[in-house]
């Protein structure tokens, strides 16, 4: 009988897909999502191969239930980091910076780009999980239009093409290169939608009060 991992069943079941999540992720990120099977994923995430088959019933299921996940896991960070931030402009860098932070596996693994090795029906759902993704960028450059920051443009056009950037842009893991790599990154973005990065620093409240008794 198999090991139960947890206090529950429904802990045991959870613990079993956060196994092979991140099995998936670290085979990916060696070896890229064409080379490995799904006995690969079992082997690296400890588990039995049928304990697999209880919870996905191929690769690409599995690989689009780590998405998935990831993709939740991010969105709550972003919202998360997102609240308070009223100005379009400061909520635009948030959300920069937090698409660099976002690990991507379907754009970091080796070997083949993860578009060619799936399925049709997979891609379709790899692409729903992107839009999902697309709609705080959408809602940010709406506000920025509507209250005067940023110049009105075709949204069809420029969200997508901001996160492809986004999406290829590699950076280095820590240290002074990063931080200069995101603050160039978050410029790029900037000037983009028709903003002055140098321009675009919102002036908080006890600034302004000091200025003004200065």
């Not at 064409?34 to 049928?50: K, M, S």
């Not at 920025?144 to 949204?155: E, H, K, M, N, V």
């Not at 002074?176 to 675009?200: H, K, L, N």
């Amino acid at each position: 009988m198999p090991k139960i991992i947890g206090a529950s069943l429904a802990e045991h079941r959870e613990q079993v897909r956060l196994r092979l999540f991140g099995a998936l992720s670290a085979l990916m990120e060696r070896e890229g999502f064409d080379a490995i099977t799904l006995a690969d994923i079992a082997a690296e995430a400890g588990v039995g191969r049928t304990a697999v088959y209880n919870h996905f019933p191929d690769k690409e299921s599995l690989l689009l239930g780590f998405i998935e996940s990831e993709t939740s896991a991010y969105m709550g960070a972003l919202e998360a980091s997102l609240e308070g931030v009223e100005d379009p402009v400061e909520q635009l860098r948030t959300y920069v910076q937090q698409q660099i932070h976002l690990k991507r596996v379907y754009h970091l693994a080796p070997g083949p780009d993860l578009r060619t090795v799936v399925s049709r029906a997979t891609m379709m759902r790899l692409r729903d999980h992107i839009m999902v993704v697309e709609v705080p960028l959408r809602r940010i450059l709406t506000l920025g239009i509507a209250t005067g920051r940023f110049p009105r443009q075709d949204l069809d056009a420029v969200v997508p093409l901001i996160n492809s950037c986004l999406a290829a842009r590699n950076v280095p893991e820590d240290g002074p290169q990063r931080d200069r790599a995101i603050e160039e990154t978050v410029a790029f973005v900037m000037r983009a939608v028709g903003v002055d990065p140098d321009r675009a620093v919102v002036r908080r409240p006890a600034e302004s009060a000091g200025r003004r008794t200065a």
